[in-house]
């Protein structure tokens, strides 16, 4: 099983990326599939979250209106479009794959990418 996040780097405020993660090793398109985040010397957040086969759409409060998760269940990817960037979307962000099967939750991160916003 793998999840690669790629797509990160440096950018100004205001400024945009688009965040892929490509998934292997397991079937896609039965998954829940999410972005977290984490800044230093803060606990891991969810951001934004896309159910089978992408009905349902949640998004972190501090993200609403600004970023845009999707899912291509032919490509087996996750993406998050990320706009009008601010200094405190500084963090590391991880795809996260998730489904529950009976009494048995399986779940899988990728090792994250980089984003950092400033000027």
């Known amino acids: 099983v793998q999840l690669v996040e790629s797509g990160g780097g440096l950018v100004q405020p205001g400024g945009s990326l688009r965040l892929s993660c490509a998934a292997s090793g397991f079937t896609f398109s039965t998954y829940v599939m999410s972005w977290y985040r984490q800044a230093p010397g803060k606990e891991r957040e969810r951001v934004a979250r896309i159910t089978i086969p992408g009905g349902n759409i949640n998004y972190a409060d501090s993200v609403k209106g600004r970023f845009t998760i999707s899912r291509d269940n032919a490509k087996i990817t996750v993406y998050l479009q990320m706009s009008s960037l601010k200094p405190e979307d500084t963090a590391v962000y991880y795809c996260?794959?998730?489904?529950?099967?009976?009494?048995?939750?399986?779940?899988?991160w990728g090792q994250g990418t980089q984003v950092t916003v400033s000027s």
């Open positions: 996260n794959a998730r489904t529950v099967r009976g009494l048995s939750q399986y779940e899988y």
